[in-house]
């Protein structure tokens, strides 16, 4: 039943995913907001999906900031699930991601539309200069932005000692002096990462539940930044994964 389930899953995320974004290639030629109806469209569409064959419910703990309130959502990464329904939840956002996804046919082109801030892992201080200059024309623009500390999905029970997080998100943090939203969830126990396979039945309360934690403010330090962030996501995200035990 759940391979079944999975299957017929997949073939909503990828074929569906396929479809919407050929026929909407027209909008590339228009604004950033017209991708973004696309964008928000698509995630609806993947998160009945999950609703529809998954079974599987989204519990939002927490308060999510004001659209117009500037800041950078820290978020837990274990699965596709929080790229898909992170972005929705948090008014599309400008993702931080690898550079290389901007190159993927098609999809690429509405990363680079959607005002994605792309990042060369390889290239050192100067891929993160020039990952400040981009977050800092966000800001000048009025867009949030959305990064996964620990650069790589996480399964479930892996510690931020195997996977610590990296000196990017205090980067964006000290060059855009916004607040920084750690965001802690569960979803790594429905959707592993390079699973072909779901697992609703993982989830006792039947619902991926993600918590918005209090804002860090800007001003602190690296060393004291980075600790205070990976407490808080760490220890929350690992609490929500207990609770469906």
Not at 41 to 62: A, E, F, S, Y
Not at 141 to 168: A, C, H
Request: aromatic fraction near 10%.
């Amino acid at each position: 039943m759940i391979f079944f389930r999975s299957l017929i899953f997949n073939i909503q995320f990828y074929l569906g995913t396929s479809i919407l974004v050929t026929l909407c290639l027209p909008c590339l030629l228009f604004s950033r907001n017209v991708v973004m109806v696309v964008n928000r469209i698509w995630c609806l569409i993947m998160i009945k999906g999950m609703k529809w064959w998954l079974g599987t419910d989204i519990k939002v703990i927490g308060k999510i900031p004001s659209k117009d309130k500037v800041v950078i959502y820290a978020i837990k990464h274990q699965s596709a699930w929080e790229t898909v329904f992170c972005t929705d939840l948090f008014s599309m956002p400008s993702i931080v991601l690898k550079k290389v996804l901007i190159y993927l046919p098609i999809i690429g082109l509405y990363f680079l539309k959607s005002g994605a801030i792309p990042i060369t892992r390889d290239q050192g201080i100067n891929a993160l200069k020039k990952m400040g200059r981009n977050a800092k024309k966000a800001v000048k623009e009025k867009r949030s932005m959305m990064i996964f500390p620990q650069g790589t999905r996480v399964d479930p029970g892996i510690s931020s000692i195997e996977k610590p997080y990296l000196p990017g998100v205090f980067f964006l943090y000290s060059q855009t002096k916004v607040p920084v939203i750690p965001v802690a969830h569960n979803a790594g126990l429905l959707w592993p990462k390079n699973s072909f396979m779901k697992y609703p039945n993982r989830l006792k309360s039947k619902a991926v539940t993600i918590k918005i934690l209090p804002a860090i403010e800007p001003g602190l330090s690296k060393i004291k930044f980075l600790k205070k962030l990976e407490s808080v996501i760490e220890h929350h995200s690992n609490d929500l994964i207990e609770l469906e035990k």
